[in-house]
């Protein structure tokens, strides 16, 4: 994958927002039971024209409907859903979005142009095909079938077809999982290639990594609702907390700790009140050694948040 050549240009929107700000898609008090799991439970969530929102959450709490209801895979037992002010499920709203093909099951002998040209003939001003292969790194490729493609060159193809249509929006399901580092690399290059010329992004992602390198605002899902969005600033802000590292023989009681870890023989104590615990480390006169006080990275101020609905 390659950054470097001519830009994407999605069409501008007309969709003006009273803030200001264009929205693109929004989900409205959306409910959807799926089996006898309530997948969302009164989610609500903004999409601006623009942005890079990254919607994170743990395993099974809602990210994959979510995306699945703004893609028109699927319909809202209750609540509202829509994308550019239209039904998703509607043709129209569909041609204004790209996506990755749910499972990158391709026929098998179909070759990495043709798919690409498959997908391209449903847009109205898609990309031209070279420059999608080469920008996934897969000018290489364009005559292999699919079928005998590696997992991460399939992963590659995926994600050339969520751009193809050079669509205005892109929602992408965990698009870096199976890309080697080199790989992870040039997709948020081309990511942010494609935000720097007017595109929009949701993404759903594990990787909080990646999260900090990409996003512009975050959405944390926890059973269904949304519990929390901000910037990555806000979110770390709202956690409020720090991290006291340190080499003690036992771990020690502090005031402010709410969490605590030991990590390769170093404690790390989660703690509301830096201050406090500092001090009451040293009235306690506890022998400890390589003391630091740093601010929470992102992934903790996550798993406080979950951790704190349980
Ligand atoms: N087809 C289905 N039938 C029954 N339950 C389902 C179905 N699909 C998803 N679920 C359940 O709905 C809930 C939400 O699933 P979803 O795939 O949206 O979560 P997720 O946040 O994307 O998870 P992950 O991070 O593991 O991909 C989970 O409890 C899941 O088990």
Not at 41 to 64: D, I, Q, V, W, Y
Not at 149 to 173: E, I, T, W, Y
Not at 176 to 183: K, P, R, S, Y
Request: charged share 20%; aromatic share 4%; net charge neutral.
């Amino acid at each position: 994958m390659t950054n470097n050549s001519t830009l994407l240009h999605p069409p501008t929107g007309s969709n003006e927002g009273l803030s200001g700000s264009v929205l693109v898609a929004s989900l409205q008090d959306v409910y959807k039971r799926l089996g006898k799991v309530e997948a969302l439970n009164g989610l609500s969530l903004n999409l601006f024209a623009g942005e890079l929102l990254a919607l994170l959450g743990p395993n099974g709490s809602g990210k994959t409907t979510t995306l699945s209801l703004l893609l028109g895979r699927r319909k809202p037992d209750k609540g509202t859903v829509r994308l550019y002010g239209l039904n998703p499920c509607l043709p129209l709203a569909r041609q204004q979005i790209g996506s990755t093909p749910q499972d990158s099951l391709f026929p098998d002998t179909l070759k990495v142009t043709e798919v690409v040209n498959l997908v391209r003939a449903h847009f109205p001003s898609p990309l031209p095909t070279e420059e999608i292969l080469q920008r996934f790194g897969l000018t290489s490729l364009e005559n292999r079938q699919t079928g005998g493609l590696s997992g991460g060159q399939r992963r590659k193809l995926s994600l050339a077809l969520a751009f193809a249509g050079n669509p205005r929006v892109v929602f992408l399901d965990e698009p870096t999982a199976g890309l080697d580092v080199e790989a992870r690399h040039e997709l948020w290059g081309v990511i942010r290639t494609y935000i720097t010329s007017g595109g929009t992004v949701l993404l759903t992602t594990h990787y909080l990594e990646e999260v900090e390198a990409l996003a512009s605002r975050i959405a944390i899902i926890h059973r269904g609702r949304i519990i929390n969005e901000g910037s990555v600033e806000a979110i770390k802000a709202h956690v409020g907390l720090k991290c006291l590292r340190l080499t003690t023989e036992r771990q020690p009681e502090l005031p402010g700790v709410v969490r605590s870890e030991l990590k390769q023989g170093i404690y790390h104590l989660y703690t509301r009140d830096a201050d406090a615990s500092v001090r009451s480390l040293i009235q306690q006169n506890i022998d400890f050694s390589g003391l630091e006080v740093l601010p929470t990275s992102l992934e903790e101020a996550f798993l406080h948040m979950t951790g704190a609905v349980e």
